[in-house]
């Protein structure tokens, strides 16, 4: 074993890289050049040896309050010494009954049975499996087939991945779920490059579902589940008309249209979800992640009313919908959560994060003309840089980038040759502590880095 594998101790603070698989990571490369952080702050995070780190990220995609928001914490704290847990099953506590009212009252229409999980997978998983039982309840039991997107993502659960459109994620897992189809990609480089915001060219795309109707009738799909935006495959905006377009004809064929909220609810878009943000109501929202600012796993999935009163009816007695999870709910999550709602509502984050977009939009557009540049693109505080990979090494640039940025003090994210950039949607707050620190200190330009 290589010694960096075993004593990790650059900042004295010895650590053994072996036992720990790290998710989605180049765990040999990570070994080689491990990146550990220790404390979290706002929008910084820190080293051991107290090196400080813009968060561009938010984690990812999810500290929406940054880190360690004090009124968080302490929700946190209080909750860990009050109830730690509570079984989710036949046996309720009130947190998350009233989190679930919280939800339903900020979510659009009638989208009001909430139903927790633990994670965007789970999140998604679930969503899938209530539009399968409501068509079974609703006796179109035919109705099984689900329809994800080319470049979508949705999780690492099976059915996530199934529905997920990149290629990397499905290749090695065998067939994965039956009877899933694909639409395509909302992506065109030739129509949309360097567009600001929502591209002008591509609402056509949606009309890509009717292709599956050739050879699978309508009636045979339950289920279409969309990212408003991509975001792993690198912020894939949803052309003008796109959204609009997929609802319509979901609609008129009695398809269930989920929208995957994970990182595109709670701020990220200037509003509660990308449903208020686009102005179009799906039947289920999946979230996650900025629901609690990523401080304890939570996910949630907000249905139509329709769709659990169905489902519910079509049992007499006993467990109508057999689904659900032992953290479902948690008390400490649940108290997050409904610490994060309460911070986002007492300091208007959703409305400064739709002041920032423009500020985010300048500054990633004004790198346009640097060396490799194939196209920028953002939405809300959403925003990436793609690069023209080297075609005999392709992700590196985004890699070195990624390394560059992070010993600069900046963390990003890669997904290839594209870097994400994901600032917390309160980062203006932010600024204004730095301003001040700055002023206070004398010392005009020594935090802008
Ligand atoms: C759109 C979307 N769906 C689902 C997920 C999966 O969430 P998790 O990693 O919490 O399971 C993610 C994660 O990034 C996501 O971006």
């Not at 129509?191 to 609402?203: I, L, N, T, V």
């Not at 003008?240 to 995957?260: K, M, S």
């Given at each position: 074993?290589?010694?960096?594998?075993?004593?990790?101790?650059?900042?004295?603070?010895?650590?053994?890289?072996?036992?720990?698989?790290?998710?989605?990571?180049?765990?040999?490369?990570?070994?080689?050049?491990?990146?550990?952080?220790?404390?979290?702050?706002?929008?910084?995070?820190?080293?051991?040896?107290?090196?400080?780190?813009?968060?561009?990220?938010?984690?990812?995609?999810?500290?929406?309050?940054?880190?360690?928001?004090?009124?968080?914490?302490?929700?946190?704290?209080?909750?860990?010494?009050?109830?730690?847990?509570?079984?989710?099953?036949?046996?309720?506590?009130?947190?998350a009954f009233r989190l679930?009212?919280?939800?339903?009252?900020?979510?659009?229409?009638?989208l009001s049975a909430v139903?927790?999980?633990?994670?965007?997978?789970?999140?998604?998983?679930?969503?899938?499996?209530?539009?399968?039982?409501?068509?079974?309840?609703?006796?179109?039991?035919?109705?099984?087939?689900?329809?994800?997107?080319?470049?979508?993502?949705?999780?690492?659960?099976?059915?996530?991945?199934?529905?997920?459109?990149?290629?990397?994620?499905?290749?090695?897992?065998?067939?994965?779920?039956?009877?899933?189809?694909?639409?395509?990609?909302?992506?065109?480089?030739?129509?949309?490059?360097?567009?600001?915001?929502?591209?002008?060219?591509?609402?056509?795309?949606?009309?890509?579902?009717?292709?599956?109707?050739?050879?699978?009738?309508?009636?045979?799909?339950?289920?279409?589940?969309?990212?408003?935006?991509?975001?792993?495959?690198?912020?894939?905006?949803?052309?003008?008309?796109?959204?609009?377009?997929?609802?319509?004809?979901?609609?008129?064929?009695?398809?269930?249209?989920?929208?995957?909220?994970?990182?595109?609810?709670?701020?990220?878009?200037?509003?509660?979800?990308?449903?208020?943000?686009?102005?179009?109501?799906?039947?289920?929202?999946?979230?996650?992640?900025?629901?609690?600012?990523?401080?304890?796993?939570?996910?949630?999935?907000?249905?139509?009313?329709?769709?659990?009163?169905?489902?519910?009816?079509?049992?007499?007695?006993?467990?109508?919908?057999?689904?659900?999870?032992?953290?479902?709910?948690?008390?400490?999550?649940?108290?997050?959560?409904?610490?994060?709602?309460?911070?986002?509502?007492?300091?208007?984050?959703?409305?400064?994060?739709?002041?920032?977009?423009?500020?985010?939009?300048?500054?990633?557009?004004?790198?346009?003309?640097?060396?490799?540049?194939?196209?920028?693109?953002?939405?809300?505080?959403?925003?990436?840089?793609?690069?023209?990979?080297?075609?005999?090494?392709?992700?590196?640039?985004?890699?070195?980038?990624?390394?560059?940025?992070?010993?600069?003090?900046?963390?990003?994210?890669?997904?290839?040759?594209?870097?994400?950039?994901?600032?917390?949607?309160?980062?203006?707050?932010?600024?204004?502590?730095?301003?001040?620190?700055?002023?206070?200190?004398?010392?005009?330009?020594?935090?802008?880095?």
């Amino acid at each position: 074993m290589a010694e960096n594998v075993r004593d990790f101790d650059r900042f004295h603070n010895e650590v053994d890289l072996d036992a720990h698989w790290m998710p989605y990571t180049a765990n040999k490369a990570f070994r080689q050049s491990p990146k550990m952080v220790e404390r979290g702050e706002g929008m910084h995070v820190f080293d051991a040896g107290g090196r400080s780190i813009i968060d561009a990220i938010s984690g990812l995609w999810c500290c929406n309050l940054g880190h360690c928001h004090p009124r968080v914490v302490a929700a946190i704290q209080e909750q860990a010494a009050t109830l730690d847990y509570s079984t989710a099953f036949q046996v309720g506590h009130p947190k998350a009954f009233r989190l679930a009212e919280r939800l339903a009252d900020i979510a659009p229409d009638d989208l009001s049975a909430v139903f927790f999980t633990n994670s965007g997978s789970e999140s998604v998983d679930t969503a899938l499996k209530l539009a399968l039982a409501y068509f079974h309840a609703k006796g179109e039991p035919n109705r099984t087939r689900l329809v994800g997107r080319v470049r979508g993502y949705h999780g690492a659960g099976f059915g996530g991945t199934s529905v997920g459109g990149i290629g990397a994620n499905r290749r090695t897992f065998g067939p994965l779920l039956p009877g899933v189809l694909h639409i395509a990609d909302i992506y065109d480089h030739e129509h949309q490059a360097f567009s600001r915001g929502q591209p002008q060219w591509g609402a056509h795309l949606a009309d890509d579902l009717e292709r599956l109707f050739v050879t699978n009738h309508p009636e045979s799909i339950a289920a279409v589940i969309v990212e408003p935006f991509g975001g792993s495959a690198g912020v894939l905006v949803p052309p003008v008309g796109y959204l609009e377009r997929l609802r319509e004809i979901t609609a008129r064929h009695g398809i269930l249209l989920i929208f995957d909220e994970v990182i595109t609810a709670f701020g990220r878009l200037g509003a509660s979800f990308a449903a208020e943000r686009f102005g179009v109501t799906p039947d289920i929202i999946a979230t996650a992640k900025g629901i609690t600012s990523g401080t304890v796993p939570m996910g949630a999935v907000i249905a139509r009313e329709g769709i659990r009163e169905t489902i519910l009816d079509a049992t007499d007695a006993g467990i109508e919908l057999f689904h659900g999870y032992t953290y479902s709910g948690h008390p400490l999550a649940s108290a997050a959560a409904l610490a994060c709602l309460d911070a986002y509502e007492e300091e208007s984050l959703f409305e400064r994060a739709a002041k920032m977009e423009g500020v985010l939009e300048a500054v990633v557009h004004g790198l346009k003309d640097l060396p490799y540049v194939r196209d920028i693109r953002n939405i809300g505080m959403a925003a990436a840089i793609e690069l023209e990979g080297d075609a005999n090494a392709p992700s590196r640039r985004a890699l070195s980038v990624f390394e560059t940025a992070f010993e600069e003090g900046v963390l990003v994210r890669t997904t290839g040759d594209i870097i994400a950039l994901a600032p917390p949607p309160h980062c203006e707050r932010e600024r204004h502590h730095c301003d001040r620190r700055r002023r206070s200190e004398g010392n005009p330009g020594a935090h802008l880095g």
